[in-house]
């Protein structure tokens, strides 16, 4: 019986060692479509998905991240990459998106607001903050939005340090959706920082422009496979009702 969201999200926890047993590969392709339903900065969905269950690939990947024991034991590997360098082509799909929803006779006034608005918004204020050439743009965008903010509020995060970071947010989202998920479904996941990203761009055959946001290993906890108890600062100390 598939666990609720709060039951998925107590059971879920960083599962080091896994048991020899196999998962069903279409099962975790599930949980991945579930993770391309999470939030994502301007709906741009800069994020790519990599499910390997490749035996040669598995022991490959398991070396780039050091051979841990949460890699070389998981039984499935799914490697999460951020994609800025798509943003035209993903501002482009949301375009013809609006236009296929707003392919209508007799559209409303409001609905012809809406339609331009969202249209302006891909088509000019995307490309204003994620253009860049070297930094050097990105470093005028910067004090250039910095002065209009001494007058009013302006999104300040125009560099290009700025936007790889809003990228690895909304991977982050889509992986912890793909996390609960696989709990919900009674399947264990560790997400791994430590890896030769390099050699496991050069193993998937990435291009330049992908970024590795994290290799999670997946599979059935084993016994030992949880390192002690879970533990958390009081919740006290991190809540702020404002």
Known sequence: MEKTVSEAIAYRRSTRVYKDTPIATEKVKQCLVNASLAPTSSNLQLWEFYHVTDEEKLKALAEA????????????????VTRKDLWRKRAKANIDFLNKVYDKEDLSERDLKRKK???????????TIYSDFLGIFGFFKYITFNIIGLFKPIYRQA???DMRIVAHKSAGLAAQ????????????TCPMEGSDTLRVKRILDLPRGAEINMVIGCGIRDDKGIYGPRFRIPFEDVYFEV
Do not use: E, H, W
């Open 65 to 80: 991240c050091f051979n841990q024991s949460a890699a070389k034991t998981a039984k499935q590997l799914v490697v999460v």
């Open 117 to 127: 608005m969202a249209t302006n918004y891909y088509k000019k204020l995307i490309p």
């Open 159 to 161: 560099r290009l340090s």
């Open 177 to 188: 959706n793909f996390m609960n998920s696989m709990a919900a479904i009674g399947y264990d």
